[in-house]
């Protein structure tokens, strides 16, 4: 990495120990509030789109819902499973939730503020791979899913944490290689310097391929539907967590809603400007000579991105059905890396290009990242004038053979298809006919 992208790292030299234990405080504050409203605002939105009224009694509009809720579950009976491995079984839960309330750390709210006569960065710390810092956190994350479900030494715990250990391997991979066309394109991997490289231009215009890859890892990362497969209800009740109770399930849940808030303020840090106001909200502040993008309003621009992305989660819940499991493995693997692939091949021949025969690398990406994005929007929706019809699909399965598998994975049978009977039932079917002929014999031996 060169000394200009070194120097782009955030400018922490006159924080105090008590700044820093002040920031830290607020970090853990601040998720677990955040977590609280999500909560509330979750079961608002959803009740809305489904024509319900969801939470309205506890507090105004039903805002301390979430507070009642809580105490419940700090106050649920506990229990331990015997044949469990004891250790495990308790450190699973709390890995989770510590990765998680560890990524916000390196993720930069506003710019440098006055705090008790010191000037501050609103931002615990940075580093030069700030970015490999949160994969690496939010990599390790996972393991309190596998490891919780392990642990248990049950089958349908076991299940959920195997889906887990595939999805956190099928969809990091996408959403690392979309992550390295920002790195390429802004030199750096610190967060605040990826902050300081979208002045100009915000990165989803620019790379809007690899913010699509990403916007869709986000909800496999999180296990949020329509990606929730560790914990299919249908098939596996909650997955990894079906043995936690009381507080040790409570982790798992909060980290849930946690990792749903990183994955928010990553999505804003690398393509939304971070902190930094819309074209919009700057040309309104300087009718009267003001700069949104200093103080504390940034934090504000910073706060709105993310809820916008939390809606998203919201919106997507409350719309999309759960994929199949073949379905999810097919789009990771044979979908969002190659897409990822692609795209990263692109930025790095511009890149290449600029540097052999200089260009203007903006307006080139910002045409390509147009071209390619239709091309990614065009493939996921498909031609819906050469389909046929529901009927048309129900009358072809009935005329094809269903083995109950596709694509080597065990699969329920759709409209139309019809799982092939079993050999038991088959034998059953013949001793009936045989036990039938015979009935008849002695019928016609008694005439």
Known sequence: MNDAAVNMVADFSQDTWWIWVIKAVFIVVFLIFSVIFALWFERRLLARMQNRVGPNTVGPFGLLQSFPDAVKLLFKEDFNLKGADHFVYFFAPALSALCAFTVMAVIPMGPSVNLFGYTTPLQLTDSPVAMLFILAVAALGEYGLVLGGWSA????????????????????????????????????????????????????????PAFLVYLVTMFGETNRLPFDLPEAEGEIVAGPHVEYSSMKFGW???????????????????????????????????????????????????????????????????????????????????????????????????????????????????????????????????????????????????????????????????PGQHLPPSERAARRSIENTNDSAGVQELEANHV
């Open 153 to 208: 030494k049950s089958t349908l715990p076991l299940y959920g944490s195997v889906r887990s250990a595939t999805q956190m391997i099928s969809y990091e991979l996408a959403q690392g290689l979309s992550l390295v066309t920002i790195f390429i394109l802004n030199q750096t991997m610190a967060t605040s310097g990826i902050v300081s490289g979208q002045q100009a231009i915000w990165n989803i215009f620019l790379v809007m």
């Open 252 to 414: 798992y849940y909060l980290s849930e809603y946690v990792n749903m808030l990183n994955m928010s303020m990553i999505a804003t840090t690398l393509f939304l400007g971070g902190w930094r106001a819309d074209p919009i909200t700057g040309w309104i502040f300087s009718l009267w000579g003001g700069d949104p993008n200093l103080g504390w309003w940034p934090m504000l621009w910073f706060l709105g991105k993310t809820w916008t992305f939390m809606a998203l989660f919201i919106w997507v819940r409350g719309t999309l059905l759960r994929f199949r499991y073949d379905q999810f493995m097919h789009l990771g693997w044979k979908g969002l890396i190659p897409a990822a692939l692609i795209w990263l091949f692109i930025v790095i021949a511009v890149i290449g290009i600029d540097m052999v025969y200089p260009i203007n690398t903006t307006n080139v990406l910002l045409i390509l990242s147009i071209g390619f994005s239709m091309i990614l929007l065009i493939w996921a929706i498909g031609d819906d004038t050469v389909k046929p019809s529901q009927a048309e699909l129900i009358a072809q399965r009935g005329q094809e053979e269903f083995t109950g598998f596709e694509y080597g994975y065990p699969v329920p049978p759709l």
